[in-house]
């Protein structure tokens, strides 16, 4: 039924372009912005109305959208496919509130291994972690793939101005790719004596993890001697399966532990963040955790009209069903959100990018669209010419800081300062162009067909007040929480990822091909066993 309402009311919306509706009222922006917090979600530059808002919300009401929320946050086992519950929110929830899920009290655990990776950042800092030699642990290498590495990463780099002087002058790295080549830069620099690896898988059995684990114990045994005491004094793990962490050769007193309720792509709030908080300091990581429990609350509480998460969803679910935009563009207008497009990708396709329902039924309309990005200023000189003058719509997220530069380093403060503005600027110029096209130029039929723009690109703006832990913590918490409205909506288990695993297995089977351990080409496609031969000579 809502479906139905929603596609009439398109058809009224599609005649108007956004010129048009922005022309139409120019308090256009007072009625459609929102905020929690340090976040300001402008969905203005969106082609709706607040009518189509209150259809969309009739179609949250029909999927039992508050029914969900409740799921979720009681610790159902809304991961169906894997019979768990998605608690990634209890990582945020402070000391003091009570949870208890089953038998389990959530918060004290959650607590005990945040006090434990407070005991292993102090240690790092304070420059009290000794390599077996006795040097000074100076370099922290986390080796993790998906997300026991995006989020860290990116995370990681956000913060940099928040991070926080350390005696031993940590350096942290990141190595994720299974050709080892990241790693074997890194190893090509780092001292042996005085380099610690952190081994981040929720599974511990993600081959190229472990293929990048082996690399570096090889590599620390060929100049510290092959000793239980390199594999103590060098590693730590983080992970759900203790027993195989011990079997790897990590002592218990090295292993932080994440919950199988944590799903691997919602784990920078757990110990798998320990890079983060390596960077930030214990103050800055909790500080990022309050910003997204301020979101969580947000999230149960806030009436949908002016809920951030769930009107992200509701207005992403009218571009991908109704208007048929099946690409959405990540634009952070801020140089230290390099990896966010990247981490937004895996959040939003591994979890959404579904063509069964929760019963097991095909879909019946599109989920999650295809989404990419990059920083903003510098997509503008690369693929910013499709966005405005190419055949496909695309929905923009133009993402950035009101505020920058408190304190001047090394340069001048103005310089910085201006550098700043400049982005901004561009910002603003950016999505106001996409969206008003010819309309937001002077006398724009003078001009020749191929320097005209059409408009009508939708886009949403996320102002934060300024990039810090808190203001980092609520944007993600904001788009996991979005993610999730949008599943309950499609009728799909986003915490799954069945996808991604036959496609390891046939691996499995090819690489005994490429060693030679198996000769036959048998069942294998013709494509595949040319290539084979090639490679094989
Ligand atoms: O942390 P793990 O278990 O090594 O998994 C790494 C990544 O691999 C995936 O399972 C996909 O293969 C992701 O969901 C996950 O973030």
Partial sequence: MSWRILADHADTMQEQHLAQLFAADPQRFESL????????????????????????????????????????????????????????????????????????????????????????????????????????????????????????????????????????????????????SQLSQLL??????????????????????????????????????????????????????????????????????????????????????????????????????????????????????????????????????????????????????????????????ESNGKSVTRDGEPVERNTCPIIWGDVGPNAQHAFYQLLHQGTEAVTCDFIMPARRYHEAHDQPMEELASQHELALANCLAQSRLLALGDAALKDPESMPAYKRYRGNQPSSTLLLDELTPYSLGALIAMYEHKVFVQSVIWRINPFDQWGVEMGKRLAVDTLARIRGEREDLEGVDSSTAGLLRRILG
């Fill in 33 to 180: 912005h929102c905020e929690c917090g340090p976040v300001l979600f402008d969905y203005s530059k969106q082609r709706l109305s607040e009518q189509t808002l209150s259809e969309l919300f009739g179609l949250a009401r029909e999927s039992k959208l508050n029914d969900w929320i409740d799921r979720l946050f009681s610790g159902e086992q809304v991961n169906c496919t894997e019979g768990r519950p998605a608690m990634h929110w209890a990582l945020r929830l402070p000391a003091d509130a009570e949870c208890v899920v089953g038998e389990e009290n959530i918060t004290a655990q959650v607590h005990e291994q945040l006090s434990r990776m407070e005991h292993v950042v102090s240690k790092l800092h304070a420059g009290q972690w000794r390599g077996v030699t006795g040097e000074v642990v100076t370099d922290v290498v986390n080796i993790g793939v998906g997300g026991s590495d995006l989020g860290p990463l990116m995370i990681s780099d956000a913060l940099c101005d928040s991070a926080v002087p350390t005696s031993s002058r940590l350096t942290v790295h990141f190595a994720s790719t299974m050709d080892g």
């Fill in 188 to 349: 090509r620099e780092l001292n042996p004596h005085s380099t610690l690896f952190i081994i981040s898988s929720k599974s511990f059995t993600t081959i190229d993890t472990l293929s990048n684990a082996e690399t570096a114990r090889h590599w620390l045994q060929r100049t510290l001697g092959d000793k239980s005491a390199v594999l103590h004094c060098h590693f730590l793990g983080v992970s759900s399966a203790a027993a195989k962490m011990t079997e790897w050769g990590i002592s218990e007193e090295n292993q932080l532990q994440i919950w199988d309720w944590v799903g691997g792509r919602y784990s920078l709030w757990s110990a798998i963040g320990l890079p983060i908080a390596l960077t930030v300091g214990m103050g800055g990581f909790r500080q990022m955790l309050a910003g997204a429990h301020l979101m969580d609350e947000h999230f149960k509480s806030a009436p949908w009209e002016c809920n951030l998460p769930v009107l992200m969803a509701m207005i992403g679910v009218w571009n991908t069903n109704v208007l048929g935009i099946n690409a959405q563009a990540i634009l952070p207008y801020d140089g230290r959100l390099k990896h966010l497009p990247m981490y937004f990708e895996q959040l939003e396709m």
